[in-house]
């Protein structure tokens, strides 16, 4: 106890005398700062006794990294009695340690020798991946006296890669493997198959790839837009895939920077690329080209009904076996549309003999007959959390990826669990403002929110909680044609997710982890991959107080210590604009443009946000019925000042879903107008309607209102693309309340792929002037 008590003690002492924090992503579980430095010179040994193949992997690895780091050929010798000093010995503990598991080191740092210790050569290599960092930070050859204990929070730490969508050569794939294995991380999930092009060889279905690996090109079209039918004309293809002999020097690549290969091949749907090469194993039979680009909802399915179907598949995973000894097989199983199932005759046969009662059931039986081959073969099934639909066996794991839901009820049925929520996991999102942003799928995603990710959710007992092995987040390459684009998405948002993975949840530390990005940013320069600086962005932020009915803006970033500079006058800032030192007032209608300058350069574009000042700021407004709590906004989202944008998710829009929106504001006192404006959007692929119209009414007290007037919509509920609309009520009056009704078209009109469920309407101001 006092022994604790004291080392406690001499943790707060040390770190509080020498109190800079190391820099190392993740950040390790515990650390000792002494005083002091160990120097890398021409003389330092890299001790290690080399006993098996995985030491001297380690070594080569150990060596070359370091070499990376200081430009010095350290030699690699034997440990002796006597020859620890100056130099860094490496050892696997005998015996082992039991805190440390398969994956935690201790490193010692001294004025004149480094103990880097391990059970494993896992341990070891994350012991080196501190190392490097350490020494990336520092510049000069030298480590911090430090004493680092550090193993990791959970065991599946995992980065996924759609290579279907765009293919990744398989150069970019090792170098994603060392981007994963740089942040302790230790599972690439590879996407080989989708609708849009089968990736892997299979030597005994030859056509996958010969037909499956190219489709039309049509690169220079949105991904969206790529639908309609292939004309003769467009003879140029678009494609790839790995060969056997590339996935097998990959595979053991990855294993020596301890990364486990989770090869994904989907089914039942998803699966057009293997349709179009083998198309006897539809419901239909019928020939359909590799489509192009998106293609919703996927109808196109493996026949359940069919045995050869299940031939195929297991000759496939034969193969998949024997290429990747990952102990977990990824058959996908996600949005299965199941509309041929049943009009299948021989699915539904399958069905009648099973008895199985529904198409979902079907699903549940496929997958149950596919994870009985894999376990027979010594694998385990992963799969999406569709899975789950229709009954799973508790021996499969689920991917949660539809929110941290369907995880929950899987690990409350006894199921292991990775978290892959749309929420914090899909990178395929904005990271930044989508204006100063390449084309995304959509979202937002920050830096700071993947940060704050919790894996586990809190309504878990403590041993439901066991089976969430981790988390992973996922890369769907729709609008990321390569891979220098991809680092954009995954750097440096794969730095926030290896530190909720890795590090203690309890040392989550927003503020140290932004300034320890300082560094990170500065290794990936020194690496020359292409990261996003998009947590230099300024966001602009209104600050409304009530009481005096006026705006301040406030400027912030997700950088550490940033300097921002911005104009109100529509110019463009740059490193001489105002700087921002504190929020301040604004009493008329303008454009803020910001950005963050460090050392004389600008970090991003500037940021343009405008800020309408209309007679309505910060009333308080009363709401009849409740806007949806999937788009949560801001308390005064109505009158803020803040038009709403395209990307429908942006925080300024108010949804209602089916129902119409019925905003009363008070004014607080009596006050005259002669307009009132409400702004929609429509997004008929979304769902998103605008309104039949609005009724704006007045009061006095609160009580009786009267009809203002009125504002019919005009354009068609069929009308595509992304639309703005504000519907006017033109009219002087005098009033201290206005009741705003905006009526929402009810259900999805004919015709649309929603018919008749409830439509959705988006607000995002009332503007009274
Ligand atoms: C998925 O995003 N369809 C798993
Ligand atoms: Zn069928």
Redesign the pocket.
């Known amino acids: 106890m006092i022994k604790k008590n004291l080392i406690a003690i001499l943790v707060l002492f040390s770190t509080g005398i020498f109190a800079q924090e190391i820099n190392v992503i993740p950040k390790p579980l515990e650390v000792i700062t002494n005083e002091g430095e160990f120097k890398i010179t021409d003389n330092t040994k890299l001790l290690i006794n080399i006993t098996n193949k995985e030491e001297k992997e380690f070594a080569e690895m150990a060596h070359e990294i370091l070499k990376n780091a200081t430009g010095i050929d350290t030699e690699v010798a034997s440990p002796e009695l006597n020859n620890f000093k100056d130099n860094i010995l490496v050892q696997i503990n005998n015996p082992k340690s039991s805190e440390l598991g398969n994956e935690g080191y201790t490193l010692n740092i001294k004025n004149d020798r480094v103990f880097l210790n391990a059970n494993t050569t896992a341990g070891l290599f994350y012991g080196v991946q501190t190392l490097w960092q350490l020494l990336t930070g520092s510049g000069n050859n030298t480590l911090p006296c430090t004493e680092i204990t550090d193993y990791p929070r959970f065991a599946w730490r995992g980065l996924h890669l759609d290579v279907s969508r765009h293919f990744m050569p398989a150069e970019f794939i090792y170098k994603y493997i060392d981007y994963i294995a740089m942040h302790k991380m230790n599972v690439f999930h590879w996407h080989l198959v989708d609708d849009q092009g089968w990736r892997i060889e299979i030597k005994k279905y030859p056509k996958l790839t010969e037909v499956g690996a190219l489709r039309t090109d049509r690169e220079h079209l949105d991904w969206q837009s790529r639908k309609e039918t292939i004309k003769e004309s467009e003879t140029k293809k678009y494609g790839g895939f790995y060969t056997q002999e590339e996935i097998k020097s990959i595979v053991e690549y990855a294993h020596k920077k301890h990364v486990t290969i989770l090869p994904e091949i989907e089914m039942p749907a998803h699966v057009m690329s293997a349709l179009a090469a083998y198309p006897e194993y ?2 239909t039979g019928e020939f359909q080209p590799v489509p192009p680009g998106g293609v919703w909802p996927i109808t196109h ?6 045995e050869a179907t299940f031939e195929f598949l297991e000759n496939i995973l034969t193969e998949v076996m024997e290429l990747f000894p990952s102990t977990y097989i990824h058959i996908g199983g996600d949005e299965a549309t199941k509309t ?2 049943k009009k ?5 046969k ?1 069905m009648k003999d099973e008895g199985l009662e529904d198409e979902h059931k079907l699903q549940a039986w496929f997958i149950k007959r596919i994870e009985k081959f894999l376990n027979n073969n010594g694998r385990q099934l992963i799969g999406w959390d569709e899975i789950l639909e229709g009954g799973l066996n508790p021996s499969a794991t689920i991917m949660s990826w539809r929110g941290s839901k369907p995880g929950v009820e899987a690990a409350q049925q006894g199921h292991d669990v990775v978290m892959s929520p749309v929420s914090h996991c899909y990178f395929d999102y904005y990271q930044g403002n989508p204006s100063l942003e390449p084309k995304a799928f959509g979202g937002s995603i920050t830096l700071k929110k993947v940060y704050h990710y919790e894996p586990v959710p809190e309504v878990l007992t403590e041993s439901e909680a066991k089976h969430i092995l981790g988390a992973q987040a996922n890369i769907w390459t729709e609008y990321i044609p390569n891979g220098e684009h991809v680092e954009y998405m995954i750097m440096p948002r794969m730095s926030a997710l290896s530190e909720v993975l890795w590090s203690p949840k309890e040392s989550k530390d927003w503020g140290g982890f932004s300034q320890r990005m300082d560094a990170q940013y500065r290794r990936f320069e020194k690496m020359g991959v292409n990261y996003a600086k998009s947590a230099f962005q300024v966001s602009a932020q209104p600050e409304l107080d009530p009481e005096t009915k006026t705006v301040k803006v406030s400027l912030s970033t997700e950088a550490w210590k940033p300097e921002i500079r911005y104009t109100t006058d529509s110019s463009t800032p740059g490193a001489n604009s105002t700087k921002y030192v504190s929020p301040f007032t604004i009493d008329k209608t303008i454009t803020v443009k910001a950005l963050v300058v460090k050392e004389g350069e600008a970090m991003s574009k500037p940021l343009a946000t405008d800020f309408l000042i209309h007679k309505a700021i910060a009333c308080s407004v009363s709401q009849k019925n409740e806007s949806s709590k999937y788009y949560p906004t801001p308390e005064y989202a109505l009158v803020d000042g803040i038009r709403g944008l395209v990307n429908h998710g942006d925080g300024n829009w108010k949804a209602f879903n089916g129902n119409d929106m019925v905003a009363t504001i008070d004014f607080g006192e009596v006050k005259s107008f002669s307009n009132v404006k409400v702004g929609f959007l429509q997004k008929a692929g979304a769902w998103i309607f605008y309104p039949t119209g609005i009724t704006v009414e007045v009061s006095t007290d609160g009580n009786k209102f009267k009809t203002l007037g009125k504002a019919k919509n005009k354009v068609n509920a069929m009308e595509p693309g992304n639309l703005l609309q504000d519907l006017k009520v033109k009219k002087k009056s005098k009033a201290r309340y206005i009741r705003v009704t905006a009526t929402n078209l009810g259900t999805c009109p004919k015709g649309h792929a929603g018919e008749g469920k409830p439509a959705w309407m988006f607000v995002d101001e009332i503007i009274v002037e």
Request: charged share 25%; hydrophobic share 25%; proline share 0%.
């Open positions: 539809s419901c399915i493996f026949c359940a009904g069919n041929e199932w299948c005759e021989k699915c539904q399958r």
